[in-house]
């Protein structure tokens, strides 16, 4: 009898069906919507902080994800359900505060996603006033919010199909108005927007709060970690070309901006025309140029919403199917398989903040897309930070053949340098939000995820004692059951095993 | 007769997974992948054909050599495969190699040959391709495997066989369990978690990978 091959047939044919680089990178950049960042964040972080330091901004952050994500993917190579940073924190620091970190995400995630309809149904406002058609705010909002409903129930892949399309058409439309303003620099091309003076007091905390949340979804790669082609380099390689693809499209789109406006002119002129990078356009390729780029924008808001939606659906999905919320939060499409209640849950909060706001009168612009949008920002900064935390804890116990430099080094200055953020982003937040200092606003917004971080730790202590197998599972994600089943099947109860 | 058994475990899985009709949708095309996969191994595992024993964490399956080969082509195809292996594999990655597999194609075919299924062929008018299409022979005998679960469930009144218990499992994890519980009476639930719950290891193991595994197929959208 001849021996068996040594090679594999199965393991062949599933090589061949794993995802290489390009796939990730392909997931994570349709996760994020560089128009929107650019002409939504971007101008509105020339007016509100005053200074020319917004490349520099980006930079930092770029700097301190980076850092992090070494880290980051390194852990992701050893645990599964790698998708969510809430997994990283109760593999890292116990259940406990991972449950609390769960909630803290989920809620940034979903005020995020919820903000976008502000600046969706401001941008639609205008553009269709141009053409006569006069409606409030709310009105486009409703029929973006019931678009995006409508699609977030369908499957994944054709969502990911539809934001792959819009974010080529965007990257190549700013590329453009970049290279543009370049061309038609006010006073010649300098780096004064780089130098450490352009970004100081007050403002530095808000600059660097808004210019995190555009790189948000540079972690989406990690979800894939287990179909990745090469896991231990795949996911790192697609995170870290996430985060330096988008902090070169930022970078230099902000820094075109300073060119074009002049140093001394770009903060007044933000101040003024809050579409500058639309008006600069059209000052320089003509008004076609400038109504393609405003059509684009509100093209891109629409995929923020939904990359977002996408985003906020599949951490409720995966808390549901790990009971740590409602577990009929953890229930698929049976056609498409997409997390459809998880989908719908985040579709009625949607709805909810469009009337209400509504209905009070609110402004979409300030009060929707500023107020909750940044907010979400501190949210996912701390999130970032407490993540960064659970990579250097999981490497304390055990390097795992780690290099000293992903498990040790790069985390630790990872901890420092989003801490720093944080701290930045918390005591100047009165300046993001455009309110005196001492105002309780900014106050409320980390007291707000502190409780909600409590509450989750309380949950996950309840869970702890009265529901064991459940409390087993938390971390794990889809395959919460296998872990729930083995702890029901071995363990007394009352003895929950590891942390 | 609505409710006549069909005479295997995956040809079952097929009908509740792909087959679909007024009362029931069929599943995502990965999925039914999954499901008819997991089948296919509960079946094997079932016969004594297959094995799966936990190694390091791991759930591992193997070729059991008692007995001699199965007598049919697809579960044939499957226990040499395992054998084949140079190590054992897993089962998450048998699901993952059965959905890509086309297991869906060598099920129908296999119903086709035995009467259950009808095969079909559409030229698209526009492309000029010819998609081959399978419908079931007799709509009632369709139907059957979710009629007989849902008879256990409405009735309670006698233990379900263990492939039948699986067979429920195996519904609920592809995410049918609405077409399955639909207007039973109260209690149908906790019957079935009775049967769930003593489910043999392996089977366990098979049904929560799938459970898994379709967690994850909604959480990447990797259809």
Known sequence: MSAPSTTSAVQSALARDKLGTLSLLHFSLTAATPLTVIAGGVVVMFAVAGQIGIPLGYVIIAASLLLFSVGYTAMARHIANAGAMYAFVARGLGRVPGVAAAWVAATSYCALQVSLYGYLGYVAQGLFASIGIDLPWWAFALVAWLLVGLLGTRAVDINAKILAVLLTVEVAVVLVFSASNFANAADGVTFDAFSPSALSGEAAGAVLALAVIGFIGFESPTVYGEEARDRKRTVARATIATVLILAFIYIVSSWSIITAAGADNVVASAIADFDLMFTLAGDQLGPAWETTGRILLLTSVTAAALSFHNTTARYLFALGREQVVFSWLGRTSVRTCAPVAASITQTVAGGLVIVLWAVLGLDPVVHLFYYLGTASGIGLIALILTCAIAVLAYFARDRREESLWASRIAPVLAILAMGGVLYLSVIHFHTLLGVEKGSLLPKLVPVVFAILAALGALWALFLKKARPEVYSGIGHGAKAPLVQAAERAAVPVGAAGER | ?223
Do not use: C
């Open chain 2, 1 to 223: 007769m609505p409710d006549a058994p069909t005479p295997r475990l995956v040809y079952d899985a097929f009908l509740i997974t792909a087959y679909h009709d007024f009362y029931k949708p069929a599943v995502a095309p990965r999925v039914i992948g999954l499901g008819l996969g997991a089948a296919l191994l509960a079946e094997l595992v079932f016969s004594g054909h297959l094995a799966v024993r936990s190694h390091a964490g791991r759930d591992l399956v193997l070729a059991e050599p008692r007995g001699g080969p199965p007598r049919d082509s697809l579960g044939l195809w499957l226990t040499e495969l395992v054998q084949g292996e140079p190590d054992h594999l897993a089962v998450p990655e048998w699901l993952e190699y059965l959905a890509i597999s086309d297991t869906q194609t060598k099920t129908a075919e296999h119903m086709v040959v035995a009467g259950l299924m009808v095969r079909g062929e559409q030229r698209s008018r526009w492309l000029g391709k010819v998609q081959v299409t399978y419908d079931a022979a007799d709509a009632l005998i369709a139907q059957a495997p979710l009629a007989r679960l849902r008879r256990y469930l409405s009735t309670m009144d006698r233990r379900m066989p263990l492939l039948d218990a699986f067979l429920l499992a195996l519904t609920e994890s592809v995410g049918l369990s609405k077409s399955l519980y639909s207007q039973m009476p109260s209690g149908a639930r906790e019957y079935a978690e009775g049967h769930l719950r003593v489910l043999p290891a392996p089977l366990q193991a098979i049904r929560g990978h799938l459970t898994a595994a379709v967690a994850d197929t909604a959480i990447t959208g990797n259809l």
